[in-house]
């Protein structure tokens, strides 16, 4: 047994770790134990500041009172109630403060559990509307490569991320993708939004082209692409493809499960860019990641649509999860809508946007760095590869930083940062600091 290895993990031969290397993990594990605000503490009692508040989604930070408090009362008072033909107050609130947060007329609420069924739950709800409208012929559905949407056969169907989607076969029949959005002869080392790029929406014209509008029935993007490794739209991308969209009748996703809860410093990336989708897929932020949950938000037409489609009495969408809208989930929801709030969490990440900038775009210059990316409190530092060992550079600097006391994400050769909203400037610093030595000690 590894010394760091904490009594109850004594045995590590069960468990199959998700998007993991198993068998490097088991040889030299790496054990987080509890967390609180920006930090965890490891097994072996070291503090490590979260530079990724948790996997995108800690927003309001770690094991906060307000949330935790909430998650205890609604344990004690209603443990689970399903949501089929009967239902729970809570859940009815947590869907009317989530409509009033979202902007436009995205107010009505699908329930589930994760990203990757918001993203099911928006395909399904897509299709079944064009058919509802008798326009059935509408099937096909338009990704993006490099994007990520989770992990269901329809995200990975309309994802573009290689590895995740070469081993398991056909996938979804009748998608296709437009080009991913980033270059680095263009666009590297850009603040911000770059400004080279928003013509890459007009290949949707040459897909329609190909296939006919008549036969698309939506296209689903993130606004700002997290998992590929920050993936910045360009300057007017995001509002191109709008008007393309609207052109052809196509429905417009926008999967927000990143984006969404102030990361890019307001509540929604649709409202940042002012760009305003069909339907709109969130989790993680949605309860600070403390109870699993996933909500995709719909434009009222879309729910009326539904409506007025169903015989009198009947099922308007045959679809749901035993889980959706769970007592717990809406109850942590709610506490954490209530403390982005009360702190203004969403305005304070738009008021560290300039400093977090500053700080990693000062990493510029340092070895094998050739670009550096940020949006909100998001950054990509992306590294050459080394030659014959993709990602190897990537994982050499993650570990560097857990040792020293950063957790940090890599994807290949990219580093990507996303901390809490509640991150102090001095941290920031630190981060960054943290990052300049692992990546100059990388050879
Ligand atoms: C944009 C996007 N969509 C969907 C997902 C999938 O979410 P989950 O892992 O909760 O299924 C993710 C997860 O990172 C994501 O970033």
């Known amino acids: 047994m590894d010394r760091d290895t904490p009594a109850g993990a004594n045995n ?59 998650i205890r009362r609604q344990a004690g008072e209603l443990d689970y109630a399903t949501s089929f033909q009967v239902a729970h107050p809570i859940a009815f609130e947590m869907a009317a403060r989530l409509a009033a947060l979202a902007p436009g007329d995205l107010n009505r609420v699908f ?30 559905l338009i990704g993006r490569e490099r994007g990520y949407h989770g992990v269901g056969f329809g995200g990975i169907s309309v994802g573009g991320i290689v590895n995740n989607r070469k081993m398991f076969g056909t996938l979804l ?57 920050v993936l910045v739209p360009p300057k007017g991308y995001l509002e191109r493809l709008r008007a393309i969209c609207d052109r052809h009748g196509i429905l ?19 409202e940042r860019f002012g760009v305003l989708p069909d339907l709109m897929t969130t ?25 007025a489609g169903a015989p009198t009495g009947g099922i308007e969408l045959f679809h749901g999860y035993t889980y959706s809208g769970h007592p717990l989930a809406c109850a942590a929801g709610l506490a954490t809508l209530d403390l982005y709030h009360d702190e203004g969490l969403f305005e304070r990440a738009a008021m560290l946007e300039p400093h977090w900038q500053d700080a990693v775009h000062g990493l510029k210059g340092r070895p094998h760095v050739i670009d550096i990316r940020n949006l909100g409190l998001t950054a990509g530092i992306e590294m050459a590869a080394r030659p014959g060992a993709p990602g190897a550079r990537g994982a050499e600097v993650f570990r560097r930083c857990f040792d020293g006391g950063v957790l940090v994400r890599f994807t290949g050769d990219t580093i990507a940062l996303s901390p809490s909203l509640i991150i102090e400037k001095p941290q920031i610093d630190r981060i960054v600091e943290m990052l300049a030595g692992a990546i100059q000690a990388t050879a």
Request: hydrophobic share 45%; net charge negative; with cysteine.
């Open 12 to 70: 590590l031969d069960a468990y199959w770790m998700p998007f993991s290397a198993n068998q490097a993990f088991k040889a030299d594990p790496r054990f987080l134990a509890s967390a609180r605000g920006m930090h965890y503490t490891t097994a072996d009692g070291r503090q490590v500041l979260d530079a990724i508040a948790g996997l995108w989604c800690v927003n309001a930070g770690h094991c906060r009172e307000p949330i935790v408090a909430a």
């Open 111 to 140: 329930f589930s559990n994760s990203g990757s069924e918001a993203v099911d739950t928006a395909l399904k709800i897509a299709l079944a509307y064009h058919r509802l409208r008798g326009e059935g012929s509408r099937t096909r």
């Open 173 to 229: 029949a009748g998608v296709d993708h437009l080009p991913a959005t980033h270059s680095l002869e263009h666009n590297a080392f850009s603040r911000g939004q770059p400004a080279w790029g928003a013509h890459l929406a007009d290949d949707l014209e040459r897909i329609v082209a190909l296939h006919d509008a008549s036969t698309i029935a939506a296209v689903i993007v993130e606004p700002m692409a997290g998992s590929a490794g």
């Open 252 to 270: 417009l996703i926008f999967d927000e499960v990143i984006t969404g809860f102030g990361r890019l410093g307001a509540a929604f990336a649709a």
């Open 283 to 307: 989790a993680k932020g949605i309860t600070s990641g403390t109870v699993p949950m996933g909500a995709t938000f719909v434009r009222q037409h879309l729910y009326d649509t539904f409506m």
